[in-house]
């Protein structure tokens, strides 16, 4: 009987455990594997090649330029969501009149889907029809806002479509941690002579460290998995100036017959994620100022 | 009351014929779901319903199959596959490697396909000399299209015939304040221009040794070169907001007299005539400068899978010859503005570049111009097309990349194997 | 720089509409500069929520609040300059003990050297230098009221506000932290009003009593005044412990002097004009006496160490005495007591109001 | 908190909220009046200005009659097909990553931190690796091509993500209260329905909101392993969009596009309502 | 159906490696069935924590815990049938009073009507009926107090555990309480653990007191014991209130009597036959007395109103002396001390062991 409750909570967690294990573990295994065999249309355990894959890989313009992006893409998106997030949720949460509609207003951008979404920004964003267009019709000529155009410039406006979509679902997150919070903590703060905004940064803010925990890792999750969104704002054009490795590796793999080729960047894509984020997890799972 | 709306049920029109036992599904997944395409769809459905089969379609749209290819994948892996699917080229024959494809020689057999078929055509359907796929229709690719209004305006006269006239047209039309050439900035469609310009500027021999044998040396001739020059300076011709623009939309600039000049395959005649136009009125069409001797065909076809089932395998034999039916073929290359892959099909209800397209079909043929289009997935592997569809698109897009550096990249994206 | 405090009016009500409870009707208190104004009342009677008025984490619903003189209904907390220790302690949960003490003194910029130096002054007082690496979850309930305290203590601002901050030490640490609190109060002269709810902290704190019940004051006066007048039955029956005997009865009146008569017993007593009153009697002040004539039963005999507390049924009710340590009386015994005489309190029967005509009139 | 009623500060805070509405309202302003146009006003207005009429040609022919491939039933069968699969596929996988968050948080043992870590490391994991493999063990089980199988797919994608969630706010929860459940008699079940569940309303909407947007908005699942008959609204969706004939209708896409957003932006109205309650003030001390 | 408590060795330490915090420090106390033992102890002394234990809420780091006989280390807290009163209340936020103090019985599928009945018994011993439907947000510090009492009041267990649930509440009030639990005690016989700083809740209520200190035990006897014979120095300074004077000093022996000498006086006291002793004295035990040989200089009186507390310096410390609440002496006079002689507290000098010798052994 005593040993029950003390396994229930370890039943509990078995599930997840195991299909976790299971499914992500046992599918990322199954994609090194496939990295390293020639396959092409579809899986083909037979024909191993070595690194073969991994070297052609990094010898792809493609590949780097998709990594760049990513690079470029995740710092500013995930940078971008938690700052325009963060500081909704804290003016949201000043008893503001509406905050209701307001709080709706900013989560709407993610109900919609980005087979769509991706289409009204393509055309707000698109020079010649958009904003641009817009701008020289109410006269002011000089306007000029042709990034999506531009192959360098076009990854920024897979930016700014992300941000518009994610920064309410920050913001929510933050509200509901702000919501937690003990108001007599507030109290005490605001009477230690506290400015608000250095109640939200000094007090607030490392209250709510576990929920930033969470919105940093989901942000940066779907920044890494970041498909639709390219898919549906510029499909990796100009060219493939907007390619990141999540479209990279669905195009080698499912369009392009390179099963083993797609394996090698997924593989890669996991190893660059891992060497940022276990560190983060590591430090943020060690450190437990919030143990009761 | 929802409830009954929850499950999609495929709208029957009863079936005249077929006596009612449980009637067999014939699941056909496909990415025929623009306009014309749907309509042509539906033609086959039409038929197959009327021999007393239920048809389970399963379209996926975009990206030029892209989607579809990944769900016949996952339906592949997964021990479900449907009944046919839409595929093409040399991934015919990748499939058929992988043994999942079903020998359909009991229907081609009695029905002469090699008979009926050019051998281009039928060698693309066979694997190990046996059919595994029924062809539906020929594109010729290597279309070139204008709006008759604005070649007026710009007082240009006829469809330029060389790319020399080409340029001299368009900067007429661009002076005229028109857009020269409509351009959708997606990578098939810069790899589609490029086609045309590397058989407009190197010649039908010149195409197959650089774009389908991939021959290295070809790729870095000075041919090659002068190609790439040629298509850097069509990028003068287009208009800003082109990056990401479907084809469809750009046809429409065409039509609606906005653009010139476009480079696209025969299918864009469908949104012509959708438009309510007539070849020769409302549009013109022309081989692209330079290649009216030559002949870049993309052959629409269905693969059918090996099934268990009985019933079903009786379903696909049905569904292939109902594929080479004279009426659907008559009805659907109509619909969708490609011409029929039967040898000696009756042209006469067809329009004008139809007609023209089957008899530089037959022409090329016998003279060796017809060549399969590298941009339509005809011409080499997936892997391979995708590498150089990646370094054109690149160079198109990428003002700063020199000449020289444009074909150093594409014959080294040639070589992905 | 001490500062004078007001209250004028002040009224709180929670919640809207027919919903509404009223915590605060109209309180009017004036602390004059340096003042150390102790704050009692029986459990939600609105202390903490006339602090927290005070401090400006609650608007009142109605009335005037002035600081040194200025108006400050609607000024932010942090520009109030007040510190206060909250009830429910309200500790920073990321941050350290040291942290937490050190904030109010971060946020005025007080440099660093300095802050170190403060905090380990207050932390040395509260006898908490042992934890300012801690974390507030990992201390002790105790520990955890030290803490709060010491964000207090380390400041110096105008006014201080103390919400029960020794509630949870032990009585020896009480005393001596009630020693530091008199002390740094007798060197900074900063105006203070404290809520608790031990009798000895009230009685020797402060300087003056305010006496709340059900967010009307009862009486505000010297500790000492509270104690000896109290101005009706219920502040005499709060303030003291054990509480007050009260016995209601007659006066008898013969000529000058007069008799109280209740039932079972009667006094000779000076008494007052009035017919229907209450005496009120401290336990100290009734004694043990074996032949006196008012008599009862012993029904609780509770030694507490110094003193020993002895309940007597009687038929006004039950009367608490105190008796000395060693009393050998028992449970069931039967106990005769005598009063004094000298310190009477007698309330209006009716009204409980004190009759204060008697003040000052003791027997000889 | 206080402030004076119309200081500077207030009025900043609105200035920077109005801002922020427009920002985010643009898109989806542009989608509405786009809905309502017919083609030659989409083709000759501006982007911003208003139809001339309501038209609301576009919104029925999305529902009930725009063509995909040969099916002309507009959106309608799709919905109702990703109602099925959300709906199940939303409230089972809050469920378990509730559950999970409520183990990891409260009921640690040894490794279970690193459990964690794992399962969280799982998030990162790409979903176009899972297609193939997933496939086949849809297949194995009998579930390719269906509903069922979407709705498996989609709890085991999204149970990371929910886990994690939990786990987090639940970390901020006094642990005192679990101890007082324990006391009162309550046993793990107990504890979790009802002193944790009753304080989790806020994050259970952020919760709900996020697998409900991520499983109903889902192309790539939904494309790889529905059959003919279960094909999600972004199927639909997508082949309407992407189907094009020669003037394109932006009109239908655009209301096609809210029709199908319509969902989740009621489940965010609804939801929303709630943020405010389940306040754990004045629990504990300290 | 009282059950017995037995504490053995039970040891806690926090941390892990060089960073543990040893909390408790092997702890062994046997509590009868029935009875009422209270435990007190310095802020941060490891109450809370063995508390926390006996519920099975914390894991011992070593040793053994009986209750009625069965070992429970192991065994989960809803299994050990026990009722507690937090000190930090742990109120359930989401509930409303009446479900937090039902919710136990519901646990334990009492029906819906005996629930109700009970939750409105309890209320209206609290005071908390107008209560039941607010939600612990809503209430003053005293009133989340008194739910979290009523939490456990509600129900009938094997054994309660008390941490310090009166410390919110106004004097009158614990007062009352105090007598409810008593009287509950009476009735149930349940046996009860209780953790309190309030001296006359230790004194009145328990059977017995723990005294602990730094996790250790220090004494553990009736109430009458430790405050007559503290075992040592350290439980006769925390029990009692003002707390006890030590007086250092020599024992000069004549024959069968003795003379205690200290710096600045001498008293004539049965002595112990031990040279460097201590002696304690408490407040009520010494006297002013005008004349007397040993004086010093008086540095604070201050009222409680039923006593006056006069704090004297001297050359052995200060001493502190309960006097008449009228007595008139002040601040600045000298004063004279005598003892009654009766209640010495010997120790020996250095280990501030008690001297056991001398018990039992007073001046006629
Ligand atoms: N998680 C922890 N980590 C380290 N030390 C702890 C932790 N929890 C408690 N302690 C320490 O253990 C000691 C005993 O704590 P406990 O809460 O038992 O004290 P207590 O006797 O109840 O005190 P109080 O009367 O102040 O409530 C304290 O010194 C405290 O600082
Ligand atoms: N948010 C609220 N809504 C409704 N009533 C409230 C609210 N907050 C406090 N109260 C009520 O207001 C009254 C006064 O509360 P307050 O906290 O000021 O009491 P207190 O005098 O400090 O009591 P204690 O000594 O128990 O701390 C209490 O009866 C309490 O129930
Ligand atoms: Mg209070
Ligand atoms: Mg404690």
């Given at each position: 009987m005593k040993s029950f409750e003390n396994l229930l909570p370890k039943l509990v967690i078995a599930p997840a455990f195991v299909f976790g294990f299971a499914f992500i573990y046992g599918f990322m295994i199954w994609n090194g594997v496939l990295s390293v065999t020639g396959s092409r249309m579809l899986p083909n355990y037979d024909e191993f090649v070595g690194l073969a894959q991994y070297r052609q890989l990094w010898d792809m313009d493609r590949w780097t330029v998709a990594l760049k992006n990513l690079g470029i893409f995740s710092l500013l998106y995930v940078g971008g969501s938690m700052a325009l997030g963060m500081v909704l949720a804290i003016f949201l949460d000043q008893k503001v009149r509406a905050e209701g509609v307001l709080r709706t207003v900013f989560l709407y951008p993610m109900a919609l889907s980005f087979i769509v979404t991706g289409t009204?920004?393509?055309?707000?964003?698109?020079?010649?029809?958009?904003?641009?267009?817009?701008?020289?019709?109410?006269?002011?000529?000089?306007?000029?806002?042709?990034?999506?155009?531009?192959?360098?410039?076009?990854?920024?406006?897979?930016?700014?479509?992300?941000?518009?979509?994610?920064?309410g679902f920050a913001m929510a997150l933050f509200l509901a941690g702000l919501r937690g919070i003990d108001d007599s903590i507030i109290k005490a703060a605001q009477i230690d002579g506290a400015s608000l905004p250095l109640i939200y940064w000094r007090i607030i803010l490392p209250i709510l460290r576990p929920v930033v925990f969470s919105t940093i890792l989901v942000l940066s999750h779907l920044s890494i998995k970041s498909f639709d969104l390219v898919m549906a704002l510029t499909a990796g054009g100009p060219g493939f100036a907007t390619d990141v490795p999540a479209t990279f590796m669905y195009t080698m793999s499912f369009t392009r017959g390179q099963i083993g080729l797609g394996a090698a960047s997924a593989t890669m894509m996991l190893a660059t994620v891992a060497a940022i984020v276990v560190p983060y997890l590591y430090s943020e799972l060690r450190a437990k100022p919030h143990d009761r | 009351g929802k409830k009954e709306e929850a499950a999609p049920v495929a709208a029957t029109p009863a079936p005249a014929a077929a006596p009612a036992p449980a009637k067999t599904a014939v699941e056909v997944l496909h990415y025929w779901t623009s306009g014309g395409e749907a309509k042509s769809a539906a033609e086959l459905k039409g038929m197959l319903e009327a021999k007393g089969y239920e048809w389970k379609d399963f379209a996926v749209a975009g990206g030029g199959g892209e989607n579809a290819m990944t769900v016949l994948k996952s339906r592949a892996v997964?021990?479900?596959?449907?009944?046919?699917?839409?595929?093409?080229?040399?991934?015919?024959?990748?499939?058929?490697?992988?043994?999942?494809?079903?020998?359909?020689?009991?229907?081609?057999?009695?029905?002469?396909?090699?008979?009926?078929?050019?051998?281009?055509?039928?060698?693309?359907?066979?694997?190990?000399?046996?059919?595994?796929?029924?062809?539906?229709?020929?594109?010729?690719?290597?279309?070139?299209?204008?709006n008759p209004e604005v070649l007026k305006k710009a007082g240009v006269a006829g469809m330029p015939k060389t790319w020399d006239?080409?340029?001299?047209?368009?900067?007429?039309?661009?002076?005229?304040?028109?857009?020269?050439?409509?351009?959708?900035?997606?990578?098939?469609?810069?790899?589609?221009?490029f086609e045309s310009v590397v058989l407009g500027v190197g010649g039908a021999e010149f195409y197959d040794k650089a774009l389908v044998k991939l021959d290295p040396a070809a790729l870095t001739s000075p041919t090659m070169t002068k190609a790439v020059t040629t298509f850097r300076k069509l990028k003068g011709y287009v208009d800003d907001a082109s990056s990401g623009r479907d084809w469809n939309m750009t046809t429409a600039m065409v039509i609606q007299g906005k653009a010139g000049f476009q480079f696209m395959g025969d299918w864009a005649k469908g949104e012509f005539t959708a438009a309510g136009q007539k070849p020769g009125e409302g549009f013109l069409c022309a081989a692209a400068p330079g290649t009216a001797n030559a002949y870049t065909f993309n052959v629409d076809s269905f693969i059918m899978f090996k099934l268990k089932d009985e019933a079903a395998q009786k379903g696909q034999a049905d569904l292939a010859s109902a594929i080479l039916s004279p009426e659907f073929q008559e009805v659907f290359n109509q619909n969708k503005g490609s011409i029929p892959v039967r040898l000696g099909h009756d042209m006469s209800k067809f329009d004008d570049c139809a007609k023209l397209s089957a008899a530089d079909f037959v022409a090329t043929a016998k003279a060796g111009g017809l060549v399969p289009s590298i941009a339509h997935g005809m011409a080499v592997s997936p892997a391979a097309e995708g590498a150089i569809k990646d370094a054109v698109s690149q160079f198109w897009n990428d003002d700063k990349i020199s000449v020289a550096d444009g074909v150093k990249n594409i014959a080294k994206a040639a070589a992905t194997k | 720089m001490a500062s004078s405090l007001h209250i004028k009016g002040i009224r709180k009500a929670f919640g809207k509409g027919d919903k509404a409870v009223e915590v605060l009707k109209r309180i009017d208190i004036d602390v004059e500069p340096g003042e150390f104004l102790i704050l009692v009342g029986p459990s939600g009677c609105g202390k903490s929520t006339l602090l927290n008025i005070i401090a400006g984490l609650e608007e009142p619903t109605e009335g005037e609040l002035h600081i040194a003189g200025k108006n400050v209904i609607g000024m932010p907390p942090a520009q109030r300059d007040i510190a206060m220790v909250f009830q429910s302690y309200a500790l920073y949960p990321t941050m350290t003990v040291a942290d937490n003490i050190g904030f109010a003194l971060e946020m005025r910029k007080v440099p660093k050297a300095d802050r170190?130096?403060?905090?380990?002054?207050?932390?040395?007082?509260?006898?908490?230098?042992?934890?300012?690496?801690?974390?507030?979850?990992?201390?002790?309930?105790?520990?955890?009221?030290?803490?709060?305290?010491?964000?207090?203590?380390?400041?110096?601002?105008?006014?201080?506000?103390?919400?029960?901050?020794?509630?949870?030490?032990?009585?020896?640490?009480?005393?001596?932290?009630?020693?530091?609190?008199?002390?740094?109060?007798?060197?900074?002269?900063?105006?203070?009003?404290?809520?608790?709810?031990?009798?000895?902290?009230?009685?020797?704190?402060?300087?003056?009593?305010?006496?709340?019940?059900?967010?009307?004051?009862?009486?505000?006066?010297?500790?000492?005044?509270?104690?000896?007048?109290?101005?009706?039955?219920?502040?005499?029956?709060?303030?003291?412990?054990?509480?007050?005997?009260?016995?209601?009865?007659?006066?008898?009146?013969s000529g000058d002097s007069g008799k109280f008569v209740f039932e079972g017993g009667s006094l000779d007593l000076p008494c007052p004009d009035v017919q229907q009153v209450t005496l009120g009697q401290r336990p100290e002040h009734i004694h043990l006496s074996d032949d006196a004539p008012w008599r009862g039963q012993v029904v609780l005999v509770e030694p507490t160490g110094a003193d020993t507390y002895v309940v007597i049924k009687t038929a006004v009710g039950l009367m608490t005495v105190r008796a000395p340590a060693n009393t050998k009386i028992q449970v069931g015994d039967t106990a005769g007591m005598t009063v004094s005489g000298r310190h009477n309190n007698w309330f209006d029967h009716s009204s409980g109001v004190r009759l204060k005509e008697m003040d000052g009139h003791h027997a000889p | 908190m206080t402030a004076k009623p119309f200081s500077f500060g207030r009025v900043v805070v609105y200035g920077v909220l109005l801002v922020a509405a427009l920002f985010f309202l643009a898109p989806m302003y542009v989608m509405l009046v786009t809905s309502f146009k017919d083609a030659a006003e989409i083709r000759s207005g501006n982007l911003l200005s208003l139809p001339q009429s309501l038209n609301p040609d576009a919104w029925h022919l999305a529902w009930n009659s725009a063509c995909t491939g040969v099916d002309c039933r507009g959106l309608q069968p799709y919905f109702w097909n990703s109602v099925f699969m959300a709906v199940p596929a939303v409230l089972i996988s809050t469920a378990w990553g509730a559950v999970n968050g409520y183990v990891l948080s409260m009921w640690k043992f040894r490794g279970s931190e690193v459990l964690f870590g794992f399962l969280l490391f799982g998030v990162f994991m790409p979903f176009q690796v899972v297609l193939l493999p997933?496939?086949?063990?849809?297949?194995?089980?009998?579930?390719?091509?269906?509903?069922?199988?979407?709705?498996?797919?989609?709890?085991?994608?999204?149970?990371a993500g929910t886990t994690l969630f939990f786990r987090n706010y639940y970390t901020a929860v006094p642990r005192e209260l679990v101890n007082?459940?324990?006391?009162?008699?309550?046993?793990?079940?107990?504890?979790?329905?009802?002193?944790?569940?009753?304080?989790?309303?806020?994050?259970?909407?952020?919760?709900?909101?996020?697998?409900?947007?991520?499983?109903?908005?889902?192309?790539?699942?939904?494309?790889?392993?529905?059959?003919?008959?279960s094909k999600p609204i972004t199927v639909g969706l997508n082949n309407m969009a992407n189907t094009t004939s020669s003037v394109k209708n932006y009109n239908v896409d655009m209301a096609a596009a809210i029709i199908a957003g319509l969902p989740t932006m009621l489940v965010y109205v609804l939801a929303g309502q709630y943020f405010l309650k389940g306040l754990t003030a004045g629990a504990v001390k300290g």
């Open positions: 009204a920004w393509k055309w707000i964003l698109n020079p010649s029809l958009g904003l641009e267009k817009l701008m020289h019709d109410l006269g002011w000529a000089s306007f000029s806002f042709d990034w999506l155009v531009q192959s360098e410039f076009a990854i920024y406006c897979v930016v700014i479509a992300g941000i518009w979509q994610s920064a | 997964s021990g479900n596959p449907p009944t046919a699917a839409q595929v093409k080229g040399p991934a015919i024959q990748e499939w058929a490697k992988e043994g999942m494809l079903a020998n359909i020689d009991n229907v081609a057999g009695p029905e002469k396909w090699d008979e009926l078929l050019p051998k281009v055509v039928a060698d693309v359907m066979k694997a190990d000399g046996h059919y595994v796929a029924a062809p539906v229709n020929v594109h010729r690719v290597n279309w070139m299209w204008a006239e080409f340029f001299v047209a368009a900067d007429k039309i661009k002076k005229s304040g028109n857009i020269a050439l409509a351009h959708g900035g997606q990578n098939w469609q810069d790899f589609t221009v | 170190d130096k403060r905090i380990h002054e207050v932390a040395g007082m509260l006898q908490i230098q042992h934890l300012l690496d801690r974390r507030p979850a990992q201390l002790s309930g105790g520990q955890r009221q030290r803490v709060a305290m010491g964000r207090a203590l380390a400041r110096d601002p105008q006014l201080f506000l103390f919400d029960e901050p020794l509630s949870n030490l032990d009585a020896k640490l009480r005393v001596e932290m009630r020693a530091e609190i008199k002390r740094l109060h007798h060197l900074s002269g900063i105006t203070t009003v404290y809520v608790t709810h031990d009798q000895i902290e009230a009685m020797t704190l402060g300087s003056r009593i305010a006496v709340m019940k059900d967010g009307i004051l009862q009486q505000i006066d010297t500790p000492d005044e509270i104690y000896r007048r109290p101005s009706n039955t219920y502040v005499a029956g709060f303030i003291g412990s054990p509480t007050m005997n009260f016995i209601p009865g007659q006066v008898e009146r | 997933m496939s086949q063990v849809l297949g194995y089980l009998g579930l390719s091509s269906s509903i069922a199988g979407l709705v498996l797919v989609h709890c085991l994608a999204g149970m007082a459940a324990r006391i009162d008699g309550a046993g793990f079940w107990r504890i979790f329905w009802r002193i944790v569940l009753p304080m989790s309303t806020p994050i259970m909407m952020v919760t709900l909101i996020w697998q409900f947007t991520n499983i109903w908005n889902d192309f790539l699942f939904g494309v790889a392993f529905s059959g003919a008959d």
